[in-house]
């Protein structure tokens, strides 16, 4: 070799015939290795790539709801105001399908059953693990909100809404002013408080024969932050028995509530509740 090289030091022609003839060893020993060997490198690249999008592909997942239903607020607690919640475990299969639902906890044992009753109806998309679907044990908690007019009946332990039996009269009907007996002082909502809101609330509601109110339905308000005070309000306020021709009637009227927020931390009755129902002019009970 280094008598060749001697040779070829000052001579390009033959340096590159060396080149060349290198070259084509190098072609022919890469041609002469196995298939699988000369794409070694590619093949390991595309498992690599395959197992990661596997994995990717294979995460673990919970059970997701699909199908639901709510409870109906239990019939044994209507008027009685009360709000709560059940919690229930239940097994979701591989299908979707709920079994094995049992109570964990529940604020009223009514509350328990209502739950039980809906949650056998629910479908899911299963949990699943290594891209499989399973079963699985999950917690549901249900809550239960008693409507506006189930919480004022446990308020005031009577029903302050029901249906009325007989004609009721309208205000100029009745012919004669509303007198009020014992009156309530509407709340400031506490949650408004340093909020400078003082609104006027309108509530419709009949007066009973016995004096007390029935059905107090709000007009209009504009928070409604305003309305369970006002409907409370009307609701403990008393009349007079409304009579004519010497028979106790039911006669239908309307007032105006004025909320103020000054001095309702010390006393609330600094809120005015007052009837001005005029004679015999149809307008409407004022309590600004």
């Known amino acids: 070799m280094a008598c ?40 390991f690249a595309t498992a690599l790539l395959a197992l990661f999008l596997g994995s990717a592909q294979a995460q673990d997942t919970q059970p997701k709801p699909i199908e639901t239903s709510s409870p109906e607020y239990p019939p044994s607690l209507l008027d009685s105001g009360m709000d ?63 409507p506006i007019h189930q919480k004022l009946n446990g308020m005031l332990g009577r029903n302050a809404y029901r249906l009325i039996p007989e004609p009721i009269l309208e205000q100029k009907d009745f012919g004669k002013k509303l007198k009020i007996a014992q009156k309530a002082s509407p709340q400031y909502p506490y949650a408004l408080r340093g909020s400078g809101i003082e609104p006027k609330v309108h509530v419709k509601f009949v007066v009973a024969p016995d004096g007390t109110t029935l059905n107090p339905e709000v007009l209009d308000a504009p928070r409604r932050e305003f309305v369970m005070p006002a409907i409370t309000a009307v609701a403990r306020t ?51």
């Not at 399908?97 to 949650?119: L, Q, Y």
């Not at 028995?241 to 309307?254: E, F, I, L, Q, W």
Request: proline share 5%.
């Open 238 to 288: 008393i009349y007079q028995s409304p009579r004519k021709d010497g028979k106790g009637v039911y006669v239908s009227t309307t007032i105006t509530l004025k909320f103020k927020e000054k001095g309702e931390e010390v006393r609330n009755d600094r809120n005015i509740f007052r009837d001005t129902t005029p004679s015999t002019k149809g307008d409407e009970n004022r309590m600004p």
């Open 84 to 146: 709560g919640t059940a919690i229930i475990t239940v097994i979701v299969k591989a299908d979707g399908s709920v079994s094995n639902a049992t109570i964990k906890s529940a604020d009223h044992p009514a509350f328990g059953k209502a739950a039980m009753d809906v949650i056998g109806s629910w479908r899911f998309s299963p949990a699943t693990k290594d891209g499989k679907a399973i079963d699985a044990d999950i917690t549901i908690p249900m809550e239960f909100t008693a």
């Open 4 to 43: 060749l090289s001697q040779k070829t030091e000052h001579n390009p022609s033959a340096m590159n015939y060396l080149i060349e003839q290198k070259s084509a060893q190098n072609r022919a020993f890469d041609t002469a290795l196995p298939q699988k060997s000369r794409h070694f490198h590619l093949y």
